[in-house]
């Protein structure tokens, strides 16, 4: 009797004890799922919300006006940097020198956002689409100009454009003015040898590349003595050697030259007759002038065939970037993207 009043009293507490440990380990259990869930929510928000902060730097738009047909065009950034690229540098460039044409792009638009003051510029738009600016082309239009080479060298492009997307090149944490040009005469030009203020990255550097490696290091031209005198305001004297130069600048360029007692700026020689370069020399052949030049462009910057002669030799986007323009940092600009469109939105608002 007393065995079964034993059994009788165990079966019952395993009856009240079981349920209570059943009860405790599913608590435990669904507390620990419960948590669980909570952290991949939170996981889940993170995560949606840096794609979210990743959306708004992408969406960055460029206002561009597009002279042809007199608008303002809203171009996404990366888009932008891409048609400009395409427009400013050949898609056969080598990639390294593609992504450094994408780097300073990138940068001379950056800059212009955070200035917007270069030009005088018509309503609603940042910059313009000739080479006041950058030289910028629509996907449409360059599919015309290329036709069935498209998508060969737009794939090419956009390589170049998004290996690089969201870097510019500062100074001391500020974009740089990112100046650009075709061909060097072996040498780069100091900024304030040809526009009125000192940049302490934009010196003087040597670029060999560029006698090799462009079909324009070297031109001649032959203009109307009468065209130059109506040009240049002056009365070119009737001798061969009727104004010798005498003074260039660090970069090899004309610093400035005198004619009939009128001192000129190589800067000003060159954009009045539309010379290649202001590394010239001259001399007058009867009615004529014959003009040699020496390089293509103004000479401030990256030289692109120079960029190209770099990349050929090994020399990668950053070093090539680092070389043209001193004393400067590759930084991420996302942050300085990002309240810029918010800017932008508020202003719409």
Known sequence: MKQIFVVISVLTSVCIVLPAVLV????????????????????????????????????????????????????????YVAGVVASEMPASFEMEALK???LVARTFVVKQMENEES??????????????????????????????DYDEKMERIQKAVYATKGEVITHEGTPITASFFSTS?????????????????????????????????TNT????????????GVSIPATEEFAPITERTEGGRVQEVTISGETFHGREIREALGLDSSDFSWHRE????????????HGVGMSQYGADGMAKS?????????????EIQIENHHSQLEQYALNTVEEDE
């Open 221 to 232: 031209v032959r203009i109307p003595v009468s065209d130059a005198e109506a040009k240049l």
């Open 185 to 217: 005469n072996g040498y780069t030009e100091n900024a304030e040898d040809y526009w009125a203020n000192e940049l302490p990255y934009l010196k003087s550097v040597e670029s060999p590349w560029d006698q090799n490696n462009s079909p324009r290091f």
């Open 24 to 79: 405790m380990l599913f608590s435990d259990s669904r507390a620990a799922t419960d948590l669980a869930v909570d952290h991949v929510a939170e996981d889940k928000g993170e995560r949606a919300e840096e794609e979210v902060g990743k959306e708004e730097v992408e969406e960055v738009f460029v206002p561009v006006y597009r002279d042809a047909s007199e608008t303002v065009q809203e171009v996404e950034l990366e888009q």
């Open 119 to 148: 030009i005088q510029l018509p309503e609603g738009a940042l910059v313009t689409d000739t080479t006041s600016h950058q030289v910028y082309h629509s996907n449409e239009e360059l599919q015309e100009l290329w036709g069935s």
């Open 314 to 326: 090994g020399k990668s986007y950053d070093e090539i970037v680092a070389h043209y323009y001193q």
């Open 286 to 297: 009867a009615d004529e002038l014959v003009v040699s030049t020496k390089g293509w462009g």
């Open 100 to 102: 450094a044409q994408a």
